[in-house]
């Protein structure tokens, strides 16, 4: 059996210990935790968090590949085939920090409801415009960059 725990910010070296600080048994959390790698989807919230995501992801892979696959015959589409993949990147890279304090600073439930209706419109008007031929790359590329700038507030690794 393990010993306490210090409590955080005393001296382990010292020997200081707290005596509010709870005894960790190894064997009894060993045996009530399943190792299964789908325990996780025992739980409801998780098992529809997880497959919105896998949702999410699929359509913007499809929506990243549709943009790229409209331009590969174009004479130019040595440039244009990457630049879609850079404009789908760049606003998550350079807002990542940003959404991180809105989405710490707001509700979540609200901004990510107003993010997805966001996406939704950027990404009909997309598709619109493609159907009826009015889909420039210099259009493609901002229509495209413009459904990245939601997505960092949306993907919060390690969050809650």
């Known amino acids: 059996m393990a010993g306490p725990l210090p409590q955080r910010g005393s001296d382990s070296h010292r020997g200081d210990r707290s005596p509010n600080v709870e005894v960790v048994d190894d064997h009894q959390h060993s045996t009530g935790v399943s190792a299964s790698p789908f325990a996780p989807f025992r739980h409801r919230t998780f098992f529809w968090l997880w497959l919105g995501v896998v949702i999410a992801s699929i359509g913007s892979w499809g929506q990243t590949v549709g943009a790229q696959w409209l331009f590969v015959n174009d004479p130019n589409a040595a440039t244009i085939v ?53 889909m420039p790359p210099a259009l493609l590329l901002t229509s495209h960059s413009q459904s990245g700038p939601g997505r960092p507030c949306c993907r919060r690794p390690g969050r809650p």
Request: hydrophobic letters at 65%.
């Open 82 to 134: 990457p630049l879609v993949q850079t404009a789908s990147t760049l606003p998550m890279m350079l807002l990542a920090l940003p959404a991180g304090a809105l989405a710490d600073a707001f509700d979540r439930r609200w901004m990510m409801f107003v993010i997805e209706v966001y996406f939704i419109t950027v990404s009909t008007l997309l598709a619109v415009l493609t159907a009826l031929g009015m």
